[in-house]
């Protein structure tokens, strides 16, 4: 890269000028090719010190040039051979790419390395690729320490973005290995879906062959890689753009100034090193070098700029390896510098001229160095101490006839908090294709909120199904790997993205049903209080008579009672009406229930002792059935005192009976005394039905024992039916059925016992007369 001489001679030149560093020395440098040096890749440079006049006093330099220091790269194979520079003497400086082999002290002891570490170099890769929602990207590496140490840091950030890894192709550096080779790398990376691609290593190796024949042959993908590779990309050997778009990291650091207006000044006829004009006019179109074609071009004017090459070929900033080479030469001046200080101190004679040889500033700790350059920069020779992780991210740019152009469009920093690391200027990036559209990289497409994301069996947990949530979960974002269960007083929208409040809801007044219920209620109290009151008023009727009208009364009352203990299961529930709710029914239904089963022994025992004498006629004058009333009534009452004593019941909230509600609902407590109370209501029931069902065919003349039979038949059929349908009901559908059950209960003892009898006072009464009978 000619970018090197030009970075190498501002900095000499700025040095050289410089009053308060190394005055009254000149720097000066050669370039010297491969086959000075036996090197493989791009060529050495030297750093000599000459004499610049007299002027300091109490010392001279030496007259003759005297080499002190050997700048090398950007390979690692030309840098490890600065042993031999060192035996000769010379400071081994290296500005290429960081490689950890030539840490090693052992056998590199006085080497210095500019670059400072790739540290996170793979860290703000992914994080670029997070923030576009690329994660599925192939890598293409050099099969060298240098690229597997990349692979193993990108694997590790991988993990924690939620990147894979479509394909790995590790590029031997041997060129008869990799062209055995090289049809696999082709079909893996245009069978594969993904669009990004990342590029490390070595920009002179079979990594760069491998990059331009893919270019070659229309591979169109998202090029990743380091400002190295920056010459590659740029070369148009064709005129087939295959790229999505491409992006660079380069370590940040500050702009040197003066370096744009060195090269604008700066003539062909100035620039002293041996270059073919030839050659600079060729690389001006962007094309590679090729020895054949030389003499179909004309030789520039020795007068052209260099500013008039930097708009097709050379980048007008400074590349990262220009960087290191401009720091260097900073770097062996200040040692210089504070060498000749040292010296100066220690100078044992006044007026002794100063001389030292060029070996003696090997000696000098290098890694000590440090200072601040042109661009405000920190520079320090201890690679410990150096700025680690800070990139600054490019966007090359194509135009049409092959013009590109570099731009900076962010920056990543991991001193920031995670989440803010990256910065991006999202409108200086210019997308290839249709404008303005966002190029994708992924296996899957994105799991929609309302869905979580099942694994492909065997393949790469970025490639998934997308599964709905099950019932009343959730995934409010994209590409979840689990829904969320709503909490208990919530519940899933039908899109299954997030959580609606459940409403509270139990049998209220104000609902359709409860209204109703209560309508029906209240009409069949006041239906019971109008029979009631007719008894009452032709109580001394022979239908009222003959049927035990003591009796009828407390059945009457106890079925307005059984209508009104309704009313309690209605409307929001608390503990007193949840006390009442179980114990009033109980009761109630207990005296009703009695009351029929007394009538209807009176029934029986009336037909039976039609014989004077017998003992069953002292029975009936005496009353005895109507005792069955409070026996049965109290032992009812002790078992709703076991409940109330043992486990009443108490209000439940209930979130899970119903999705959209949490219905408010009283727990019956203990359910075995719960039940046992039904079932002493139904023992009660069937012995009244067994009863009456003796006497059906009995005279009927003033006769109940058909109504009380069917009464107690309607009565059973009520309550067994409520069973089943009790317990397949929830929330307030349960509540309902219960009052409902108590409703039709009671109003089956209402109509089929004493509704006949009213129709017989009321519109019959010539029936209800003794007289007529007779």
Same mark, same amino acid.
């Given at each position: 890269d000619y970018q090197f001489v030009l970075a190498l001679r501002l900095a000499t030149k700025e040095i050289n000028r410089n009053t308060h560093l190394l005055p009254n020395i000149t720097l000066i440098f050669w370039t010297l090719s491969d086959k000075n040096f036996d090197a493989i890749v791009l060529s050495d440079t030297l750093i000599s010190l000459g004499k610049d006049g007299e002027g300091v006093p109490n010392y001279t330099c030496i007259t003759k040039a005297s080499i002190i220091a050997v700048l090398t790269g950007p390979l690692w194979s030309s840098s490890s051979r600065l042993g031999l520079y060192f035996t000769s003497g010379f400071m081994p400086i290296a500005f290429g790419s960081f490689y950890s082999i030539l840490s090693d002290d052992e056998q590199f002891p006085y080497l210095y390395q500019m670059e400072p570490k790739d540290t996170y170099l793979a860290s703000a890769m992914v994080s670029l690729m997070a923030h576009f929602s690329w994660n599925w990207v192939g890598l293409v590496v050099s099969d060298d320490e240098q690229g597997v140490q990349f692979l193993s840091d990108f694997r590790g950030q991988m993990k924690e973005n939620r990147v894979c890894l479509a394909f790995v192709n590790m590029i031997p550096l041997r060129m008869q290995l990799y062209m055995t080779r090289a049809h696999i790398y082709y079909e893996q990376i245009m069978t594969s879906s993904a669009n990004v691609v990342v590029i490390y290593g070595n920009v002179n190796s079979t990594l760069a062959e491998s990059y331009r024949w893919w270019k070659y042959l229309g591979i169109r993908r998202i090029w990743f890689s380091t400002s190295q590779w920056d010459n590659v990309i740029n070369q148009r050997d064709f005129n087939i753009d295959s790229s999505l778009g491409t992006f660079t990291f380069s370590h940040h650091h500050g702009e040197i100034s003066g370096f744009k207006n060195f090269i604008q000044t700066l003539k062909l006829s100035d620039h002293s090193e041996?270059?073919?004009?030839?050659?600079?006019?060729?690389?001006?179109?962007?094309?590679?070098?090729?020895?054949?074609? $030389?003499?179909?071009?004309?030789?520039?004017?020795?007068?052209?700029?260099?500013?008039?090459?930097?708009?097709?070929?050379f980048n007008m900033a400074m590349s990262d390896e220009s960087y290191n080479i401009y720091n260097a030469v900073y770097a062996v001046a200040h040692s210089l510098h504070e060498m000749l200080l040292y010296h100066v101190d220690m100078q044992p004679v006044a007026g002794e001229k100063l001389k030292f040889q060029h070996w003696q500033v090997v000696w000098l700790p290098l890694y000590k160095i440090q200072f601040i350059n042109p661009a405000g920069d920190t520079v320090t020779m201890n690679q410990k101490e150096k700025p680690h992780g800070q990139y600054d991210i490019f966007n090359i740019l194509c135009f049409s006839q092959g013009l590109r152009t570099k731009v900076k469009i962010g920056e990543f920093? &991991?001193?920031?908090?995670?989440?803010?690391?990256?910065?991006?200027?999202?409108?200086?990036?210019?997308?290839?294709?249709? &404008?303005?559209?966002? !190029?994708?990289?992924?296996?899957?497409?994105?799991?929609?909120?309302?869905?979580?994301?099942?694994?492909?069996?065997?393949?790469?947990?970025?490639? $998934?199904?997308?599964?709905?949530?099950?019932?009343?979960?959730?995934?409010?974002?994209?590409?979840?790997?689990?829904?969320?269960?709503?909490?208990?007083?919530?519940?899933?929208?039908?899109?299954?993205n997030h959580c609606i409040h459940k409403s509270v809801m139990y049998l209220a007044y104000e609902d359709p049903l409860g209204m109703s219920l209560t309508c029906m209620a209240l009409f069949l109290t006041a239906l019971a209080v109008v029979m009631l009151g007719v008894f009452v008023k032709h109580r001394d009727t022979p239908i009222v008579k003959a049927n035990n009208r003591t009796l009828s009364y407390?059945?009457?009352? *106890?079925?307005?009672?059984?209508?009104?203990?309704?009313?309690? $299961?209605?409307?929001?529930?608390?503990?007193?009406?949840?006390?009442?709710?179980?114990?009033?029914?109980?009761?109630?239904?207990?005296?009703?229930?009695?009351?029929?089963?007394?009538?209807?022994?009176?029934?029986?025992?009336?037909?039976?002792?039609?014989? &004077?004498?017998?003992?069953?006629?002292?029975?009936?004058?005496?009353?005895? &059935?109507?005792?069955?009333?409070?026996?049965?009534?109290?032992?009812?009452?002790?078992?709703?005192?076991?409940?109330?004593?043992? *486990? !009443?019941?108490?209000?439940?909230?209930?979130?899970?009976?119903?999705?959209?509600?949490?219905?408010?609902?009283?727990?019956?407590?203990?359910?075995?005394?719960f039940y046992c109370v039904l079932g002493y209501l139904g023992s009660l029931a069937l012995g009244a039905f067994t009863v009456a069902f003796m006497a059906r065919n009995l005279p009927d003349t003033f006769n109940e024992a058909k109504f009380l039979t069917f009464s107690m038949l309607v009565f059973c059929s009520v309550w067994v039916t409520f069973l089943p349908v009790y317990h397949s009901t929830k929330g307030k559908a349960m509540v309902a059925v219960e009052v409902f059950s108590i409703l039709a209960s009671s109003a089956g003892l209402l109509g089929c016992i004493f509704a006949p009898k009213c129709f017989i006072i009321l519109l019959r009464s010539d029936q209800n007369s003794l007289q007529n009978f007779r």
């Open positions: 041996k270059i073919t004009l030839t050659s600079l006019g060729w690389i001006g179109f962007n094309c590679s070098v090729a020895s054949n074609n $030389f003499k179909t071009l004309k030789d520039w004017s020795s007068n052209t700029s260099f500013e008039s090459l930097m708009w097709h070929n920093s &991991p001193f920031f908090p995670h989440g803010q690391q990256l910065y991006l200027s999202e409108d200086m990036i210019e997308w290839v294709g249709v &404008p303005h559209t966002l !190029p994708s990289s992924v296996c899957s497409v994105s799991c929609s909120p309302g869905s979580r994301k099942s694994p492909q069996k065997g393949k790469a947990t970025c490639c $998934f199904d997308c599964t709905p949530c099950p019932e009343n979960e959730i995934s409010n974002q994209t590409d979840m790997d689990q829904c969320v269960q709503c909490p208990d007083d919530q519940y899933a929208n039908v899109k299954q407390i059945l009457l009352l *106890s079925l307005i009672f059984c209508f009104l203990c309704s009313l309690l $299961f209605i409307g929001h529930p608390n503990t007193i009406t949840c006390v009442l709710q179980q114990t009033t029914f109980g009761l109630a239904f207990t005296v009703a229930v009695s009351t029929v089963l007394a009538k209807t022994l009176t029934v029986v025992l009336a037909f039976k002792v039609t014989v &004077p004498g017998r003992r069953l006629r002292g029975l009936l004058v005496s009353g005895a &059935p109507s005792y069955i009333i409070p026996i049965c009534t109290l032992i009812q009452l002790i078992l709703c005192g076991v409940w109330m004593g043992t *486990s !009443p019941p108490f209000i439940v909230i209930d979130p899970q009976s119903e999705l959209e509600h949490i219905t408010i609902v009283c727990n019956k407590g203990s359910v075995t005394v």
